[in-house]
């Protein structure tokens, strides 16, 4: 079926979107309407209850006849696991439907322009709203894939008073004052994935926008914050099991997607992809605390 969609669906838009830029939302909205956007979370929530394995298998069909398309359907994967995983039973309730159904499109606000690799630096902050009722977020958020195209923002800040180890996670839904766009990156690939800054100005969130990540990150105290980070553990997982081509995939950088070399910066995005969609999986986060002797949730 996947198959058939991408070439009846997106084959005949990849040309145009690749050389004009713009946000191939048709895209998502098919694909959503099919039930591609859910397929790892539970079918309670109108997901496809499916191994990350059929997961990884469609993201692949798409890349191979639109990479941005397929980029975008794992961050928005990634915007639905904090939720998914770390929500109450209210929130999954009130937001994964419309999220795993791709009625509601999502960014996922973790990189600042000070913040790559490093998210423990992360300088976005998240403080107490002076009547106690919610959150107020400032900072800025750097190579945001649909940024504002989205319907809402999956974004982690940090709590002050608790260092790195209070980096929470927060829903933001577009259109909430204090949220604006940068002008999208000049890039030399991946035309259908719009990336811009997201900028946060004092931003009032309602109390119910704070999924429990903190929580989870707290089990991992002083250990690394790497779970967060989709390259590292491929490349912690690719070594324990000997795989020299997920070790070589750690740390490269996506940046090196810049290179001028045609052939080079295809093998960079099959390799951007193998992260980024590995590291929305729920076993793979796992596998990685227990490695680290964290107690498993
Ligand atoms: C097309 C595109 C879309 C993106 N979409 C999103 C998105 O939707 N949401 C989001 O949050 N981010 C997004 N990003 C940002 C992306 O996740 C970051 O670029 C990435 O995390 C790396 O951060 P950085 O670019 O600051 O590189 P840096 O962290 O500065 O790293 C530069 C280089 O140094 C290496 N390096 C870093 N630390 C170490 C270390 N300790 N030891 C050895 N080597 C190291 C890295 O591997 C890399 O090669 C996107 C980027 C691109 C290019």
């Known amino acids: 079926m996947t198959r058939e969609v991408c070439r009846k669906e997106l084959a005949p838009r990849v040309d145009a979107f690749e050389r004009e830029g713009g946000f191939p939302e048709h895209a998502f909205r098919t694909l959503g309407a099919l039930g591609l956007l859910s397929l790892p979370y539970p079918e309670e929530f109108g997901g496809g209850g499916q191994p990350y394995e059929v997961y990884l298998q ?6 191979t006849v639109w990479m941005s398309v397929a980029v975008g359907v794992s961050v928005h994967a990634l915007t639905c696991y904090p939720v998914a995983e770390y929500g109450t039973d209210e929130q999954r309730h009130s937001f ?4 795993l159904s791709g009625d509601w499109l999502g960014g996922y606000c973790l990189s600042e322009p000070d913040s790559g690799s490093d998210v423990g630096s992360m300088a976005t902050e998240a403080a107490r709203a002076d009547d106690g009722g919610g959150w107020i977020l400032n900072g800025t958020k750097a190579w945001i894939s649909h940024a504002a195209h989205a319907n809402y923002y999956t974004t982690f800040a940090r709590i002050p008073d608790l260092g790195a180890k209070g980096i929470t996670c927060f829903l933001v839904p577009d259109g909430t004052p204090g949220l604006s766009f940068g002008k999208p990156e000049d890039k030399m690939g991946l035309h259908g994935d719009p990336v811009a800054q997201v900028v946060f100005d004092n931003v009032h969130l309602d109390p119910d926008r704070r999924a429990a990540l903190f929580d989870a990150l707290a089990e991992l105290r002083g250990r690394s914050l790497r779970p967060c980070k989709s390259h590292d553990i491929v490349a912690r997982r690719g070594k324990r ?3 020299a081509g997920a070790e070589t995939f750690g740390r490269s950088g996506e940046k090196q997607c810049r290179s001028a070399d045609t052939a080079h910066c295809r093998q960079i995005q099959r390799r951007m992809l193998a992260r980024r969609t590995i590291c929305a999986t729920q076993p793979t986060v796992k596998a990685s605390v227990r490695t680290s002797g964290a107690p498993a949730r």
């Open 241 to 243: 099991h000997g795989d």
């Open 96 to 99: 994964l439907p419309d999220m």
């Open 58 to 63: 469609v993201v692949e069909e798409i890349a």
